[in-house]
Protein backbone atom coordinates (compact mmCIF):
# COMPACT_ATOMS: atom_id res chain seq x y z
CA UNK A 1 0.00 0.00 0.00
CA UNK A 2 2.90 2.28 -0.28
CA UNK A 3 1.79 6.14 -1.83
CA UNK A 4 3.97 6.41 -4.99
CA UNK A 5 2.86 9.97 -5.32
CA UNK A 6 1.37 12.73 -3.36
CA UNK A 7 1.06 15.00 -6.11
CA UNK A 8 2.44 17.89 -4.91
CA UNK A 9 0.41 18.17 -1.78
CA UNK A 10 1.18 19.78 1.41
CA UNK A 11 1.51 18.26 4.47
CA UNK A 12 2.19 20.44 7.79
CA UNK A 13 5.30 18.23 10.10
CA UNK A 14 5.29 19.97 13.54
CA UNK A 15 9.21 18.90 14.74
CA UNK A 16 10.45 18.36 10.53
CA UNK A 17 13.76 19.58 11.81
CA UNK A 18 14.15 16.72 13.94
CA UNK A 19 15.77 13.27 14.07
CA UNK A 20 12.75 11.45 13.10
CA UNK A 21 10.77 14.60 11.71
CA UNK A 22 13.65 15.49 8.94
CA UNK A 23 13.43 12.09 7.52
CA UNK A 24 9.62 12.22 7.42
CA UNK A 25 10.13 15.44 5.31
CA UNK A 26 12.80 13.78 2.92
CA UNK A 27 10.76 10.88 1.91
CA UNK A 28 7.63 12.76 1.78
CA UNK A 29 9.31 14.60 -0.49
CA UNK A 30 10.64 11.64 -2.57
CA UNK A 31 7.02 10.94 -2.69
CA UNK A 32 6.55 14.41 -4.84
CA UNK A 33 5.03 15.72 -1.72
CA UNK A 34 5.63 19.10 0.12
CA UNK A 35 6.20 19.39 3.23
CA UNK A 36 6.08 22.29 5.66
CA UNK A 37 7.96 22.10 8.79
CA UNK A 38 6.52 23.64 11.96
CA UNK A 39 9.63 24.27 14.42
CA UNK A 40 10.66 26.46 17.67
CA UNK A 41 14.09 24.67 16.63
CA UNK A 42 15.03 23.85 20.47
CA UNK A 43 16.20 20.32 19.74
CA UNK A 44 15.99 20.35 15.72
CA UNK A 45 18.07 21.74 13.95
CA UNK A 46 17.69 24.04 10.39
CA UNK A 47 20.53 22.78 8.56
CA UNK A 48 18.03 19.68 8.30
CA UNK A 49 15.12 21.41 6.67
CA UNK A 50 15.56 20.96 3.22
CA UNK A 51 12.81 20.17 0.83
CA UNK A 52 9.93 22.94 1.51
CA UNK A 53 9.35 25.71 3.67
CA UNK A 54 9.76 25.86 7.82
CA UNK A 55 8.06 28.38 9.81
CA UNK A 56 8.87 29.15 13.31
CA UNK A 57 6.43 27.83 15.83
CA UNK A 58 6.16 27.60 19.42
CA UNK A 59 3.25 25.29 20.31
CA UNK A 60 3.46 26.54 23.56
CA UNK A 61 2.28 29.93 21.96
CA UNK A 62 -1.46 29.17 21.10
CA UNK A 63 -2.06 32.38 19.00
CA UNK A 64 1.37 32.09 17.52
CA UNK A 65 0.35 28.35 16.26
CA UNK A 66 -3.13 29.31 15.28
CA UNK A 67 -1.41 32.05 12.84
CA UNK A 68 1.06 29.16 11.13
CA UNK A 69 -2.30 27.38 10.54
CA UNK A 70 -4.17 30.17 9.08
CA UNK A 71 -1.21 30.86 6.88
CA UNK A 72 -1.42 27.59 5.18
CA UNK A 73 -5.26 27.24 5.68
CA UNK A 74 -5.42 24.59 3.18
CA UNK A 75 -3.70 21.72 3.98
CA UNK A 76 -5.56 19.06 5.65
CA UNK A 77 -3.23 16.68 6.81
CA UNK A 78 -0.47 17.00 10.09
CA UNK A 79 2.26 14.80 11.18
CA UNK A 80 2.88 15.56 14.46
CA UNK A 81 6.05 14.68 15.83
CA UNK A 82 7.53 17.98 18.52
CA UNK A 83 7.82 16.58 21.98
CA UNK A 84 10.44 16.28 25.12
CA UNK A 85 12.04 12.86 24.41
CA UNK A 86 14.38 12.17 26.98
CA UNK A 87 12.73 9.25 29.40
CA UNK A 88 15.02 10.08 31.98
CA UNK A 89 15.41 13.98 31.98
CA UNK A 90 11.09 13.71 31.86
CA UNK A 91 11.79 12.25 35.84
CA UNK A 92 13.41 15.39 36.88
CA UNK A 93 11.49 17.80 35.04
CA UNK A 94 7.65 16.89 34.83
CA UNK A 95 6.28 20.00 34.32
CA UNK A 96 8.57 21.22 31.41
CA UNK A 97 7.44 17.38 29.81
CA UNK A 98 3.86 18.47 30.24
CA UNK A 99 4.48 21.84 29.02
CA UNK A 100 6.02 20.96 25.95
CA UNK A 101 3.98 18.02 24.98
CA UNK A 102 0.68 18.17 26.55
CA UNK A 103 -0.02 21.74 26.44
CA UNK A 104 1.66 21.91 23.26
CA UNK A 105 -0.45 19.35 21.81
CA UNK A 106 -3.47 21.03 23.18
CA UNK A 107 -2.81 24.13 21.41
CA UNK A 108 -1.97 22.35 17.87
CA UNK A 109 -5.53 20.43 18.08
CA UNK A 110 -7.11 23.60 18.82
CA UNK A 111 -5.46 25.27 16.12
CA UNK A 112 -6.44 22.50 13.37
CA UNK A 113 -10.01 22.18 14.76
CA UNK A 114 -10.47 26.50 13.76
CA UNK A 115 -8.99 25.79 10.55
CA UNK A 116 -9.10 22.70 7.43
CA UNK A 117 -6.50 20.40 9.24
CA UNK A 118 -8.88 17.72 9.86
CA UNK A 119 -6.27 14.78 9.66
CA UNK A 120 -3.38 13.68 12.35
CA UNK A 121 -1.02 11.56 12.55
CA UNK A 122 0.71 11.14 15.58
CA UNK A 123 4.23 10.32 17.02
CA UNK A 124 3.86 8.35 20.15
CA UNK A 125 5.85 5.53 21.76
CA UNK A 126 6.03 2.21 23.06
CA UNK A 127 6.87 4.16 26.49
CA UNK A 128 2.50 4.20 27.15
CA UNK A 129 3.03 0.45 27.38
CA UNK A 130 5.11 0.91 30.24
CA UNK A 131 6.95 -2.88 31.69
CA UNK A 132 4.77 -5.21 30.01
CA UNK A 133 5.13 -9.40 30.87
CA UNK A 134 3.10 -10.04 27.37
CA UNK A 135 5.75 -9.48 24.64
CA UNK A 136 5.74 -9.13 21.41
CA UNK A 137 3.16 -5.82 22.62
CA UNK A 138 -0.09 -5.86 20.71
CA UNK A 139 -2.01 -2.20 20.94
CA UNK A 140 -4.70 -3.97 22.85
CA UNK A 141 -2.44 -4.68 25.91
CA UNK A 142 -3.46 -1.81 28.88
CA UNK A 143 -1.37 1.29 28.42
CA UNK A 144 0.35 1.43 31.82
CA UNK A 145 3.12 3.80 31.68
CA UNK A 146 5.57 3.96 34.24
CA UNK A 147 7.38 7.11 32.82
CA UNK A 148 6.77 10.69 32.92
CA UNK A 149 7.53 11.03 29.08
CA UNK A 150 5.36 7.76 28.40
CA UNK A 151 2.12 9.53 30.90
CA UNK A 152 2.36 12.70 28.72
CA UNK A 153 2.19 10.71 25.64
CA UNK A 154 -0.74 8.49 26.69
CA UNK A 155 -2.64 11.76 27.78
CA UNK A 156 -1.88 13.29 24.27
CA UNK A 157 -3.76 9.70 22.58
CA UNK A 158 -6.30 10.49 24.50
CA UNK A 159 -6.76 14.15 23.61
CA UNK A 160 -6.92 13.05 20.00
CA UNK A 161 -9.43 10.36 20.84
CA UNK A 162 -11.78 13.15 22.29
CA UNK A 163 -11.44 15.58 19.28
CA UNK A 164 -11.64 12.59 17.10
CA UNK A 165 -15.00 11.88 18.67
CA UNK A 166 -16.51 15.35 19.13
CA UNK A 167 -15.48 17.38 16.21
CA UNK A 168 -13.90 14.24 13.37
CA UNK A 169 -10.60 14.97 13.68
CA UNK A 170 -9.19 11.76 12.23
CA UNK A 171 -6.50 10.00 13.38
CA UNK A 172 -3.67 7.74 13.21
CA UNK A 173 -1.70 7.60 16.69
CA UNK A 174 1.71 5.54 15.53
CA UNK A 175 3.51 4.01 18.31
CA UNK A 176 7.26 3.96 17.69
CA UNK A 177 9.42 1.63 19.33
CA UNK A 178 13.12 3.01 18.95
CA UNK A 179 14.40 4.62 16.45
CA UNK A 180 17.50 4.15 14.89
CA UNK A 181 20.29 4.48 11.77
CA UNK A 182 20.56 7.60 9.49
CA UNK A 183 19.61 8.10 6.46
CA UNK A 184 21.32 5.94 3.54
CA UNK A 185 21.92 8.83 1.20
CA UNK A 186 23.98 10.60 4.85
CA UNK A 187 21.84 13.92 3.96
CA UNK A 188 20.63 13.54 7.82
CA UNK A 189 21.05 11.37 11.19
CA UNK A 190 20.45 11.42 14.72
CA UNK A 191 21.87 14.81 16.24
CA UNK A 192 20.32 15.07 19.42
CA UNK A 193 22.44 17.66 22.21
CA UNK A 194 23.12 16.45 24.62
CA UNK A 195 23.06 13.08 23.05
CA UNK A 196 21.46 10.31 25.04
CA UNK A 197 20.55 7.56 23.28
CA UNK A 198 22.44 4.19 22.82
CA UNK A 199 23.96 3.73 19.60
CA UNK A 200 25.26 7.57 19.07
CA UNK A 201 26.74 6.86 22.55
CA UNK A 202 28.25 3.67 21.96
CA UNK A 203 29.48 4.95 17.85
CA UNK A 204 31.28 7.77 19.68
CA UNK A 205 32.85 5.40 22.78
CA UNK A 206 33.99 3.18 19.39
CA UNK A 207 35.32 6.39 17.69
CA UNK A 208 37.18 7.85 20.25
CA UNK A 209 37.88 5.33 22.69
CA UNK A 210 35.81 6.92 25.52
CA UNK A 211 34.03 4.77 28.55
CA UNK A 212 30.05 4.94 27.83
CA UNK A 213 27.95 3.86 30.61
CA UNK A 214 25.72 1.03 30.61
CA UNK A 215 22.62 1.73 32.88
CA UNK A 216 21.82 -1.82 34.73
CA UNK A 217 23.13 -5.23 33.87
CA UNK A 218 20.34 -6.63 36.52
CA UNK A 219 17.43 -6.78 34.23
CA UNK A 220 15.42 -9.60 33.59
CA UNK A 221 16.42 -10.46 30.10
CA UNK A 222 18.73 -12.67 28.62
CA UNK A 223 22.39 -10.70 29.37
CA UNK A 224 21.01 -8.65 32.34
CA UNK A 225 20.81 -5.28 29.87
CA UNK A 226 17.51 -3.97 28.42
CA UNK A 227 16.00 -5.30 25.82
CA UNK A 228 14.56 -2.86 22.58
CA UNK A 229 13.51 -3.03 19.43
CA UNK A 230 15.65 -0.83 16.74
CA UNK A 231 13.73 0.10 13.83
CA UNK A 232 15.44 2.20 10.90
CA UNK A 233 14.38 5.58 11.05
CA UNK A 234 13.85 5.46 7.39
CA UNK A 235 10.85 2.52 7.53
CA UNK A 236 9.45 4.98 10.36
CA UNK A 237 9.57 7.70 7.66
CA UNK A 238 7.69 5.32 5.25
CA UNK A 239 5.23 4.15 7.98
CA UNK A 240 4.02 7.50 7.95
CA UNK A 241 3.39 7.72 3.70
CA UNK A 242 1.41 4.48 4.20
CA UNK A 243 -0.94 6.49 7.08
CA UNK A 244 -1.47 9.29 4.60
CA UNK A 245 -2.56 6.75 2.17
CA UNK A 246 -4.95 4.79 4.54
CA UNK A 247 -6.64 8.38 5.61
CA UNK A 248 -7.17 8.83 2.22
CA UNK A 249 -8.90 5.28 1.74
CA UNK A 250 -11.29 6.44 4.86
CA UNK A 251 -9.13 5.46 8.00
CA UNK A 252 -10.39 7.39 10.79
CA UNK A 253 -9.19 6.22 13.73
CA UNK A 254 -6.35 3.16 14.76
CA UNK A 255 -3.49 3.34 17.13
CA UNK A 256 -0.73 1.08 15.67
CA UNK A 257 2.30 -0.13 16.87
CA UNK A 258 5.61 0.76 14.67
CA UNK A 259 8.67 -1.69 15.26
CA UNK A 260 10.21 -5.20 13.62
CA UNK A 261 8.90 -7.28 16.46
CA UNK A 262 13.30 -8.27 17.63
CA UNK A 263 14.61 -7.01 20.62
CA UNK A 264 18.13 -7.04 21.20
CA UNK A 265 19.86 -5.93 24.16
CA UNK A 266 22.21 -3.09 25.26
CA UNK A 267 25.25 -5.45 24.61
CA UNK A 268 24.37 -7.00 21.46
CA UNK A 269 23.97 -3.93 20.25
CA UNK A 270 27.75 -3.07 21.36
CA UNK A 271 28.62 -5.86 19.56
CA UNK A 272 27.05 -4.92 16.66
CA UNK A 273 28.77 -1.96 16.87
CA UNK A 274 32.55 -3.30 17.23
CA UNK A 275 31.60 -5.71 14.45
CA UNK A 276 30.60 -2.48 12.06
CA UNK A 277 33.28 -0.24 12.89
CA UNK A 278 36.13 -2.24 13.84
CA UNK A 279 36.97 -0.42 17.18
CA UNK A 280 36.43 -1.98 20.57
CA UNK A 281 33.61 -0.07 22.71
CA UNK A 282 34.35 0.58 26.39
CA UNK A 283 32.27 0.60 29.04
CA UNK A 284 31.37 0.56 32.94
CA UNK A 285 28.39 -0.90 34.23
CA UNK A 286 26.75 2.34 36.52
CA UNK A 287 22.98 1.74 37.90
CA UNK A 288 20.00 1.79 36.16
CA UNK A 289 18.62 5.18 34.50
CA UNK A 290 15.14 6.72 36.21
CA UNK A 291 12.37 5.61 33.94
CA UNK A 292 14.10 2.44 31.68
CA UNK A 293 11.99 -0.65 30.90
CA UNK A 294 13.14 -3.94 30.74
CA UNK A 295 12.07 -5.26 27.68
CA UNK A 296 10.08 -3.79 24.47
CA UNK A 297 9.32 -4.92 21.43
CA UNK A 298 6.65 -4.96 19.01
CA UNK A 299 3.54 -7.54 18.03
CA UNK A 300 3.80 -5.64 14.27
CA UNK A 301 0.71 -7.42 12.89
CA UNK A 302 -1.48 -4.74 13.22
CA UNK A 303 0.79 -2.42 10.76
CA UNK A 304 0.99 -5.14 8.10
CA UNK A 305 -2.93 -5.58 8.47
CA UNK A 306 -4.05 -1.72 8.79
CA UNK A 307 -1.20 -0.14 6.79
CA UNK A 308 0.37 -2.93 4.44
CA UNK A 309 3.43 -1.95 6.85
CA UNK A 310 6.98 -3.89 6.35
CA UNK A 311 9.91 -2.87 7.33
CA UNK A 312 12.66 -2.52 4.61
CA UNK A 313 16.22 -1.20 6.05
CA UNK A 314 15.59 -2.44 9.60
CA UNK A 315 18.35 -5.35 9.68
CA UNK A 316 20.75 -4.55 12.74
CA UNK A 317 23.61 -4.44 10.80
CA UNK A 318 22.38 -2.00 8.28
CA UNK A 319 21.05 0.41 10.95
CA UNK A 320 24.49 0.76 12.75
CA UNK A 321 26.00 0.90 9.36
CA UNK A 322 24.28 3.82 8.38
CA UNK A 323 24.45 5.27 12.04
CA UNK A 324 28.22 4.83 11.61
CA UNK A 325 28.60 6.48 8.18
CA UNK A 326 26.57 9.45 9.24
CA UNK A 327 29.46 9.28 12.34
CA UNK A 328 31.99 9.45 10.23
CA UNK A 329 30.47 12.45 7.86
CA UNK A 330 29.88 14.71 10.22
CA UNK A 331 33.09 14.11 12.34
CA UNK A 332 35.68 15.86 9.36
CA UNK A 333 38.09 15.57 11.56
CA UNK A 334 37.46 11.82 12.40
CA UNK A 335 40.65 10.26 14.24
CA UNK A 336 39.63 7.19 16.10
CA UNK A 337 41.88 5.66 18.64
CA UNK A 338 41.61 2.11 18.27
N1 LIG B 1 21.61 3.02 27.38
C1 LIG B 1 22.84 2.79 27.98
N2 LIG B 1 23.81 3.73 27.84
C2 LIG B 1 23.62 4.88 27.13
C3 LIG B 1 22.38 5.10 26.51
C4 LIG B 1 21.40 4.15 26.67
O1 LIG B 1 23.04 1.77 28.64
O2 LIG B 1 24.58 5.70 27.04
C5 LIG B 1 20.55 2.02 27.50
C6 LIG B 1 19.32 2.54 28.20
O3 LIG B 1 19.42 2.43 29.60
C7 LIG B 1 18.25 1.65 27.59
C8 LIG B 1 18.75 1.36 26.17
O4 LIG B 1 20.14 1.64 26.21
O5 LIG B 1 18.19 0.46 28.29
C9 LIG B 1 18.11 2.23 25.12
O6 LIG B 1 18.20 3.57 25.54
P1 LIG B 1 17.91 4.81 24.56
O7 LIG B 1 18.17 6.04 25.35
O8 LIG B 1 18.65 4.63 23.28
O9 LIG B 1 16.38 4.67 24.23
P2 LIG B 1 15.10 4.63 25.18
O10 LIG B 1 14.51 3.26 25.05
O11 LIG B 1 15.39 5.09 26.56
O12 LIG B 1 14.16 5.76 24.59
C10 LIG B 1 13.98 5.88 23.22
C11 LIG B 1 13.48 7.29 22.90
C12 LIG B 1 12.11 7.50 23.39
C13 LIG B 1 11.23 6.36 22.96
C14 LIG B 1 11.79 5.07 23.42
C15 LIG B 1 10.97 3.90 23.05
O13 LIG B 1 14.33 8.28 23.46
O14 LIG B 1 11.64 8.71 22.86
O15 LIG B 1 13.06 4.93 22.83
O16 LIG B 1 11.50 2.77 23.69
F1 LIG B 1 9.99 6.48 23.45
New binding site residues.
Given amino acids: MRLKNLNGRPIIVVGGAGYIGSHVCKTISSKGGIPIVFDNFSAGHEHSIKWGPNELVDLRDSQATLNAFEKYKSVETVIHLA?S????HGENFPSEFYTNNVLGTLNLLNAMKNTNAKKIIFSS???TYGEIDDVPIMETVTQNPSSV??KT?LAIEHMIESFHKAYSLDYIILR?????GADPEGDIGEEHDP????????LE?AANGKL?????DD?DTIDG?????YIHVNDIAAAHINSIKAQENGLVSADINIGTGTAYS?FQ?INMIEKVTGYNVK?KI?K??A????K?YADTSKAEMILGFKTKYSDLENIIQTAWNFYKNKNERFNPKK
Fill in positions: SIEVSTCAYGKYFNAAETHLIPNAAMEIFGYTCMRDVIYCRRGDLSL
